[in-house]
């Protein structure tokens, strides 16, 4: 960090940075009964808003996990399926958050649809998908995807950039691409997130946003509530 004091310069002082959402609201009475039919209507929207260039990669998604003690950690992946089971994620399981999950598969997950100034924020249980289920979305994914899945031990401290990419290399040579067919490495796979409660943010002028949540019965009904800005 330098001595040089942000607040002179109001392009990169937070306290300056303003933005007036001037969005359509959301209103409890257009809300459809399962909060996945709701997420599948925005994550359209997002979808097109990507199209045309607005948004980024509109399903990613940050996923934050806890260890045994307690203490979060949150990285950005992104959300491979979805439908009224939940939302599925693909990683190695010896990756931070998936020894995390391991002991704890409380997790949250946040969509920051910023440019269309909309938020998803979910809070459930993850539960790791079958190995079918997990070989079949492994043989979609590119020849160079299924490699790194491999040459990666994610997490883990390595001695250089140099030691990962030969790694890949060695997996090139031994696996060619449309000759050898690349097999799921049994240290990686998926986890569905079944939610608990799903909440559906959308700005509005004056910081006085729209926050409706979902909240999951015993029953397999869903709740809704507003919740203040």
Same mark, same amino acid.
């Given at each position: 960090m330098t001595d040089r004091d942000p607040s002179l310069d109001p392009l990169v002082d937070p306290a300056a940075m303003r933005k007036q +959402?001037?969005? /359509?609201? #959301?209103? *409890?009475? =257009?809300?459809?009964? %399962?909060?996945?039919?709701?997420?599948?209507?925005?994550? *359209?929207?997002? /979808? $097109?808003? /990507?199209? %045309?260039?607005? #948004? +980024? *990669?509109?399903? /990613?998604?940050?996923?934050?996990?806890? =260890?045994?003690? &307690? $203490?979060?950690?949150? $990285?950005?992946? #992104?959300?491979?399926?979805?439908?009224? =089971? &939940?939302?599925?994620?693909?990683?190695?399981?010896?990756? $931070?958050?998936?020894? *995390?999950?391991? %002991?704890?598969? %409380?997790?949250?997950?946040?969509?920051?649809?910023?440019p269309i100034a909309r938020q998803v924020i979910v809070t459930g249980v993850a539960r790791r998908t079958s190995r079918e289920e997990t070989a079949a979305y492994f043989r979609t994914r590119p020849h160079g995807s299924r490699l790194g899945a491999w040459a990666s031990a994610q997490s883990s401290v390595i001695a250089s950039r140099d030691d990962l990419d030969a790694a890949y290399a060695e997996l090139g040579a031994r696996y060619p691409e449309g000759e050898e067919e690349v097999p799921v490495p049994p240290h990686w796979g998926g986890f569905r997130v079944a939610p608990e409660s799903v909440e559906f943010w959308q700005g509005r002028e004056n910081r006085l946003h729209d926050r409706l949540r979902y909240v999951s019965r015993p029953d397999g009904s869903w709740r809704t509530e507003r919740l203040s800005p």
């Open positions: +959402y001037r969005a /359509a609201g #959301l209103d *409890e009475k =257009d809300l459809p009964a %399962h909060p996945m039919d709701q997420f599948a209507g925005w994550f *359209e929207d997002a /979808a $097109r808003a /990507a199209l %045309h260039g607005t #948004l +980024y *990669e509109p399903n /990613a998604m940050v996923v934050s996990t806890a =260890d045994v003690h &307690g $203490r979060p950690s949150s $990285r950005t992946v #992104l959300m491979k399926q979805y439908d009224t =089971d &939940g939302f599925v994620f693909y990683t190695n399981y010896d990756s $931070r958050k998936g020894r *995390e999950l391991a %002991h704890n598969p %409380h997790v949250s997950l946040l969509f920051p649809w910023h």
